[in-house]
């Protein structure tokens, strides 16, 4: 399984990826983290949100594998305790397929991306800097991981 992270916006702060790859080499063989970033259409093109938003989600669109499992990531979606994510991760292990994780930029994602989701899930009902969601859904999973593997890092 892989786990493909598609993160609206681009040029981050070095400590931004390297808290991202922090998390993303520790996890195993079986499940590793890729992330992709999306660059954000300009906002300063005299296009409406909707647009650029609808831009943006075609180009995600176009680089989501076929049949992966897809989860938007949102402060309005459900939220999960580690120990739930850990058993969702460990049902769609079983399931077989590449799950991917949509961030959006400052404007969100495109509602058609939400809509298809099979989850939205939200890391906090704060809104929190896009790229700090990166770090910390990698954080999420590779704890998500070590708690399915019996691993000594989630200890709750």
Not at 37 to 63: F, H, M, T, Y
Request: proline share 4%; aromatic share 6%.
């Amino acid at each position: 399984m892989k786990f493909l992270v598609y993160a609206v916006g681009h040029k981050m702060p070095e400590w931004i990826a390297a808290g991202f790859q922090e998390y993303a080499k520790r996890m195993p063989r079986e499940a590793n983290i890729e992330l992709l970033e999306i660059k954000p259409e300009r906002r300063d093109s005299g296009k409406k949100v909707e647009q650029l938003l609808a831009a943006e989600g075609a180009r995600i669109r176009a680089l989501l594998p076929s049949n992966c499992r897809l989860v938007v990531m949102d402060e309005r979606g459900s939220q999960w305790t580690t120990a739930g994510l850990a058993h969702a991760i460990g049902s769609w292990m079983k399931d077989g397929g590449d799950t991917a994780f949509l961030i959006g930029g400052a404007d969100g994602l495109d509602p058609a991306l939400r809509n298809a989701a099979d989850e939205v899930l939200a890391l906090s009902a704060l809104t929190l800097p896009h790229g700090l969601v990166r770090i910390l859904l990698a954080e999420q999973l590779y704890r998500a991981i070590s708690l399915i593997k019996g691993h000594p890092y989630h200890r709750a």
